[in-house]
């Protein structure tokens, strides 16, 4: 019987361009997001700085004290993985950014971490092998964020994984 309510929040995407030019800064976003009334951000790791290297707990505490002073939650962040590369050693690399981003969630006082499925097609592999790797490095991922409290969302992005029943 409890009402359930969405809270209206901002993928730090909407802002690509000004983001990456550096006409637009993450505090900048930040203050959009809490003059329109919005509930939450999601805050894209690419934005930060020496992404995909993770930001120093100064830069994320400071980013997290300016959203909660301006009535901000943080949900949550995404990264650039490719969960479809053949190369296993490449994949591996994907899977420890992933769990270096789900720190970062954490810290942040987010919830989740999105992710992709990938966007390879290699040749010489058949769907069902490149699904069974991914699903393989998926499942690393979810239990690590489960260990930090941190849901592994995968997002459909129209790569590798395309429709509903394929996620």
């Known amino acids: 019987n409890k009402k359930q309510s969405l809270k209206l929040s901002l993928?730090?995407?909407s802002f690509n361009k000004q983001l990456?030019?550096?006409s637009m800064s993450i505090d900048n976003m930040l203050e959009f997001a809490s003059e329109i009334g919005l509930m939450a951000v999601d805050i894209t790791g690419y934005y930060f700085k020496g992404y995909p290297n993770v930001p120093t707990d100064e830069v994320l505490?400071?980013?997290k004290r300016k959203a909660f002073g301006l009535g901000l939650e943080i949900c949550g962040t995404g990264v650039r993985n490719d969960f479809?590369?053949?190369d296993t050693a490449k994949r591996r690399e994907s899977v420890q950014l992933v769990k270096n981003w789900i720190e970062v969630s954490r810290k942040l006082g987010g919830q989740t971490v999105r992710i992709f499925s990938g966007t390879q097609k290699p040749q010489g592999y058949t769907r069902q092998q490149i699904l069974d790797w991914m699903v393989k490095d998926i499942r690393e991922c979810v239990d690590y964020g489960k260990q930090h409290g941190i849901v592994v969302a995968l997002q459909n992005h129209d790569d590798f994984i395309k429709t509903a029943d394929d996620t």
């Open 61 to 63: 505490y400071n980013v």
């Open 11 to 13: 993928n730090a995407y």
């Open 84 to 86: 479809t590369q053949p």
């Open 20 to 22: 990456l030019d550096g």
